[in-house]
């Protein structure tokens, strides 16, 4: 019998929204033998919106959506969903401090870790909406949901960090692999080069630029969001979507021999992360729902202090918020 999956996702009517919805009706996510229906939330203020949305959705005739549901109750939405795919938040005002995000956003994440009660058994939550990791640690400390289940979203770190390691090394992006994205999804993640690989070969023996590699490599990758709002006048929606795309798939499938993937998720004490810091890590999944953190990756004293440096970021957004961690 061809399975049919219930994807919930909030944001619904936004730039990444738009973007990532016709490609989960597509077949591009759960594949091309998988029926999908999409229960979409909203903001009340957002809901005519959302109605163009669903059109768009409608009139693309995919043969694979079974139904497309929308509320602007998130208990409606998320009401037997196999994966919610957090995407709503508000954004940064003028003048705000990340603390201040961190605080507008918090009681969101509060209700929506409640609202899940009547969601599948087995649903799994992908945070995209900033800032992430913090907003998956409230919504994981407000449900029911087992916390291995909670995740944020670093992969699109890693394939940018991946992007840009194929580009100095002229090789295609696929010869990259092992990419690790530490941390939180800001500007002190940490791509970590000495482990990834570049056509099977340790990435810091084809391209031996150390400097590069640990100056610029790196800052391309934290502020790429922002070149791409000076070039466009937009955000990188597209890559964010693209990048929820490649997270689900990761989880949904055992990981190839010998790769990992990126993903904030619970640390377990792993690399000396505090256990419960919703912290990314090189992961392997077996494809029925389990993940580990990979093990053992050495890292150098530079690693080690970008690393603690993400973690003391992380370990402070946790105490502006600790009083939403039921
Ligand atoms: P987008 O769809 O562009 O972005 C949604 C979230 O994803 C933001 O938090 C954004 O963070 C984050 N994000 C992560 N990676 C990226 C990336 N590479 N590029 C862009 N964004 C990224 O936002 P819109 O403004 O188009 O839409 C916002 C949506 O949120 C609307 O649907 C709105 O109704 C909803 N919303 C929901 C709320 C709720 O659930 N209560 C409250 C407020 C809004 P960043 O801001 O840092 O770019």
Redesign the pocket.
Known sequence: MQRTVRVAL????????YSILPRIAAGDVFGKDTKVILQL???TP?MQALEGVVMELLDGAYPLLEDVKTSDNPEVAFDGANWALL??????SKGMERGDLIRENGP?FVG?GKAMAKAADDIRVLV???P?NTNALIGMHNSDIPHERWHA?TR?DENRAKAQLAIKASVPVSKVTNMTIWGN?SATQYPDTENAQIDGKPAQDVISHIEWLQGEFITKVQKR?AEIIAARGL???A??ANAAIDHVKSFESATPTGDWFSAAVPSDGSYGIDKGLLFSFPLRSDGNGNWEIVQGLPMSDFAKEKVEATKKELLEEKSVVSDLLG
């Open positions: 909030t944001g619904s009517s936004g730039q990444i929204g939330f909203e903001i957002a995407i709503g938040s508000k954004p940064r969101i929506q995209v909406g900033n992430a979203m699109l999804h969001g955000s990188s929606a890559s964010a």
